[in-house]
């Protein structure tokens, strides 16, 4: 039996261990281990390559972010631009240069752009057009008032007035139908148009369905058209609704190179290769926060203040003030306007999985790349 002496002493050795293990992790990794990871880009045609030094950033914060990407179970890819160059890549699990992951709702953000191209090329008049000038199907059959005074502009802004589809399994089963003009009757308003934010992925297959019937063509064929284009970007599947309406809420399949290309469009005012591809004024308005803290989240990662704009969302982290587009599982392409700074992640996208473990893995990804934003205050 052990005496009381030798308890003292054995908890005394179990503190000092559990002390010096806690400023293990509290000090972080070493500068050795953080100088071993291998971050550099694939030299290829389709971006100029650069180092973090380069370009202005501190490679070992860099270094640490990837050292902790590797321990991401569902994480694809990640990959920094600065000043336009590639400064880092890398791919984890399942993913690679080439392969093209579903970016789920990140694809609103390019249903977003389409939309102001629309306008630019005057397929679209305004964005104060009424969405039910595109329904006519379903206008003599509105019950709700409300619902004849919901714009584009609304639906840009997730403030129409309906519901999130998570909310009840009835207003979820009706999204997975694909049959998405009758939902604009059938699906009751929960506040005034143009009132409050509510996140509504039928929102943005609607504005999809406009582009479209506006457009003469349905949704990829427009994007490639007029923007993948321009880009040099080769899309993959883009998934379609009952009516072969391209999903203007999520569907659309990119590598992770060809995504932070379109980040980068977005970073430069909708200029690419010298080539005014979106117009200036539609990325300012798109990239405007018109709700703030008004989401499921006030808080994720180190983003905080999260906001939204046209299907792009905001917050900042740290002193830096960010855009990003957003995904289920993680799928990111996040904008720091003030370093000249694009980051992107592809991941497992958890399609139709919505649960703590999906969550989980989704935030894990949003903190890693939050947490080194905010450590470029440094």
């Known amino acids: 039996m052990k005496t009381s002496k030798q308890i003292r002493v054995f908890f005394f050795k179990f503190t000092y261990a559990i002390l010096i293990l806690s400023i293990v992790v509290a000090c972080g990794p070493s500068k050795e281990e953080l100088n071993s990871v291998d971050y550099t880009p694939l ?48 791919y984890f699990n399942e993913g690679s240069v080439e392969q093209k992951d579903r970016l789920q709702s990140v694809t609103k953000s390019f249903t977003s752009a389409l939309v102001g191209i629309a306008l630019e090329q005057g397929c679209l008049s305004s964005v104060d057009q009424k969405m039910l ?17 919901i714009t584009v502009r609304n639906l840009l802004e997730m403030r129409g007035g309906y519901p999130n589809e998570e909310d009840a399994q009835a207003l979820w089963d009706g999204l997975l139908s694909g049959h998405y003009p009758p939902l604009i009757e059938d699906f009751p308003l929960v506040s005034d148009p143009g009132t409050r934010f509510h996140y509504s992925n039928l929102s943005s297959n609607w504005l999809g369905i406009i582009v479209d019937r506006s457009c003469g063509m349905n949704l990829k064929a427009y994007a490639e058209e007029n923007l993948f284009s321009h880009l040099n970007v080769e899309p993959g599947e883009w998934g379609q609704d009952a009516e072969g309406h391209n999903n203007g809420c999520g569907d659309l399949h990119l590598a992770a190179r060809d995504a932070a290309k379109f980040g980068l469009l977005y970073l430069n005012d909708g200029i690419f290769d010298g080539n005014q591809i979106i117009p200036s004024d539609w990325v300012k308005d798109s990239l405007q926060t018109y709700s703030m803290n008004e989401a499921f989240v006030k808080k994720v990662g180190d983003f905080r203040d999260i906001g939204y704009g046209y299907q ?15 995904g289920h599982g993680g799928q990111l392409i996040v904008l720091v306007d003030d370093l000249d700074l ?32 905010k450590s470029l205050d440094n």
């Open 43 to 90: 030299v290829r045609d389709d971006w100029p390559v650069s180092t973090p030094e380069e370009q202005g950033l501190d490679a070992l914060l860099v270094a640490e972010m990837y050292l902790n990407a590797a321990e991401l179970e569902t994480l694809y890819s990640l990959l920094v631009i600065k000043n336009g160059y590639l400064v880092a890549e890398d």
């Open 133 to 149: 000038d595109f329904f006519p199907e379903v206008a003599g059959k509105i019950t709700d008032p409300r619902k004849e005074q």
């Open 312 to 326: 792009w969302w905001s917050a900042t982290a740290g002193n830096y003030h960010v855009n990003f587009a957003w």
């Open 342 to 373: 694009v980051v992107v992640t592809t991941s497992y996208p958890f399609w139709l999985e919505h649960n703590d473990q999906s969550w989980k893995q989704e935030k894990a990804i949003i903190t890693m790349v939050s947490e080194f934003i």
